[in-house]
């Protein structure tokens, strides 16, 4: 069974510093394209950054380019995103999602909450 | 970006009867390799988004034959042949043609 276990929100002050994790199990994960999505009520759902299998290629959406950094550890089934200078319009639930174009089974999601 | 775009944004269907979301990309959709990728998903009150069709009309497995999926170009269809209980909730679709990949704004199915 797919899983993915998203971690690492909370709350941050404008400017801040986060870093958001996901455990992955259940696939073959050096295998698979892997990226964030976040959600919010106001904006619905927005791709955040994309990385394929061996790590070498990224995307990133422009609101976060340059601030935001996708990595991923094969060995240890886990990917990460790095979200420094971070603004108010970041507030999101954060999911974890396998797949790039066919997306398909994504995290719990993670609150990230950005306020003085 | 690719601007995707569905309607109605609110749909209320009684049982038994039939559902249609309709979802429009500003750009087409198929990709250099022939292939469109066009996905919808479910989201329940509650949980996280699940995938019901990919690349227009292929279903995941489990989801129930009532869903189907068409279209093709920059226009697609989600249909629901006889609404149950179970199928309450927001639909989206995403286009994984562009990056960045984009969602339409949500359809939200009430009985």
């Known amino acids: 069974e797919v899983q993915l276990v998203d971690s690492g929100g909370g709350l941050v002050q404008p400017g801040g510093s986060l870093r958001l994790s996901c455990a992955a199990s259940g696939f073959t994960f050096s295998g698979s394209w892997m990226g964030w999505v976040r959600q919010t009520p106001g904006t619905g759902l927005e791709w955040v950054a994309n990385i394929s299998p061996d790590g070498n290629t990224k995307y990133y959406v422009d609101s976060v380019r340059g601030r935001f950094s996708i990595s991923r550890d094969n060995a240890k089934n886990s990917l990460s995103l790095q979200m420094d200078t971070l603004r108010a319009e970041d507030t999101a639930v954060y999911h974890c999602?396998?797949?790039?174009?066919?997306?398909?089974?994504w995290g719990q999601g993670t609150l990230v909450a950005v306020s003085s | 970006d690719v601007v995707v775009t569905q309607s109605p944004l609110s749909l209320p269907v009684a049982l038994g009867q039939s559902a249609s979301i309709s979802c429009r990309s500003s750009?087409?959709?198929?990709?250099?390799?022939?292939?469109?990728?066009l996905s919808w998903f479910q989201q329940r009150p509650g949980q996280s988004p699940r995938r019901l069709v990919y690349k227009v009309s292929n279903r995941d497995s489990g989801v129930a034959d009532r869903l189907s999926g068409s279209g093709s170009g920059t226009d697609f269809t989600l249909k629901i042949s006889s609404v149950e209980a179970e199928d309450v909730g927001v639909y989206y679709c995403?286009?994984?043609?562009?990056?960045?990949?984009?969602f339409g704004q949500g359809t939200k199915l009430e009985i």
């Open positions: 750009r087409s959709l198929v990709y250099s390799d022939g292939n469109t990728y």
């Open positions: 995403m286009q994984g043609t562009h990056w960045p990949h984009t």
């Open positions: 999602a396998r797949g790039g174009a066919l997306l398909d089974y």
